[in-house]
């Protein structure tokens, strides 16, 4: 026989509302920490699960929440920042009783449709879309419709849509100021998809306008248009090398472009970053000793998926947009200690 919110009540001496405060945690405020913490260890003893679809029937909720993110070739989870992403929108959500339900869609797809069918499906009490395709069907369909949402990693100029980004346009704007520090003057960019992405738009805006402030000039042959994947970095270094003017640095969108530059640079026989500096964006684990610049992923999901809570639960919003900092990592594919090194033995 199934443990019943009244089962729980009667042994721990209380009312079933406050039972229900604390497993729904709602109004939680109104129960103290001595009840609540010897209401869970009786939820506990007696193994009560919540009966979701009881509960949703007489709030009219699931108690679901859906992630969303976008792929251009295949899905795939195994991507380190979207991995750090939706560790913290779960440990959010592992606080709320809430279940995650994700779903993925190509950036390829010819039937815009399915967006409409996912949203107003009723499988969910709100999403968390990350990194939604710039100018997407599927971003008019969540304006359109009654779902709450927030996006991650990607932001509009609308004050009535809720987004947690990071200053993107700040971190591509250190990572030159500090290669130009370092001397180099001839600085090339690997971009990603900016047909689909705006932040990777944001960060080859911010690399136009900070060669153009610092006297710099911007060519054309020193962008290429790469995927967001190694491949596309190697294809990189590939067409630099061929110019007659090489760069001296090069700075990708992303570190799995930045990676993937490394590994040809080294497969070519050129040294990092003796022969060309290399550098980054995330900042997602790497054994490469990558200069790159980090932004706070887990901190966004957390935060991203505390927005939608509030959305849902009807409590008052603390802020609509949200931008986190960036912070410029140096490590060695800089070579900030060469600048050093050489400074030393002009001395001598």
């Known amino acids: ?77 195994s991507d380190p920042y979207l991995s750090s992403v939706l560790d913290g929108i779960l440990a959010f959500y592992g606080e709320k009783n809430y279940n995650i339900l994700m779903n993925t869609f190509s950036l390829k797809t010819q039937n815009p449709g399915i967006y409409t069918n996912f949203i107003n499906s009723g499988l969910v009490d709100g999403l968390l879309v990350i990194a939604p395709p710039v100018e997407s069907q599927f971003f008019q369909d969540l304006k359109q419709g009654a779902l709450p949402y927030v996006l991650i990693s990607h932001q509009v100029n609308d004050k009535d849509v809720c987004f947690v980004d990071c200053l993107n346009t700040q971190g591509i704007i250190d990572t030159v100021e500090h290669l130009i520090s370092l001397g180099h003057k001839k600085i090339a960019y690997i971009s990603g998809r900016n047909e689909y992405s705006k932040n990777s738009l944001d960060r080859l805006h911010a690399y136009k306008y900070i060669m153009k402030k610092k006297g710099l000039p ?85 935060e991203a998926a505390k927005m939608l809570w509030n959305q849902i639960e009807k409590k008052p919003l603390e802020y609509a947009h949200r931008f986190f900092p960036t912070r410029l990592v140096v490590r060695e594919t800089c070579g900030f200690y060469l600048k050093k090194a050489n400074a030393k033995d002009k001395k001598h």
């Open 1 to 77: 026989m199934a443990i019943t919110i009244k089962d729980v009540a009667q042994k721990a001496g209380v009312s079933v509302a406050t039972v229900s405060r604390v497993v729904n945690q709602k109004d939680i405020h109104k129960v103290g920490q001595k009840t609540q913490k010897r209401i869970e260890e009786i939820l506990k003893e007696l193994g009560y699960y919540p009966n979701t679809m009881a509960r949703g029937l007489k709030t009219r909720r699931t108690y679901n929440v859906g992630v969303v993110f976008f792929w251009f070739d295949k899905p795939s989870l």
């Open 218 to 302: 911007y060519r054309e042959e020193m962008v290429f248009d790469g995927d967001f994947t190694p491949e596309s970095g190697g294809k990189a270094v590939d067409a630099f090398l061929k110019l007659k003017n090489k760069p001296t640095a090069i700075i990708a969108c992303d570190d799995s472009m930045a990676v993937g530059a490394i590994r040809e640079l080294r497969r070519l026989g050129l040294r990092v970053p003796e022969d060309m500096a290399v550098c980054g964006f995330d900042d997602i684990p790497s054994d490469l000793n990558l200069t790159t610049v980090h932004q706070p992923t887990h901190q966004m999901g957390y």
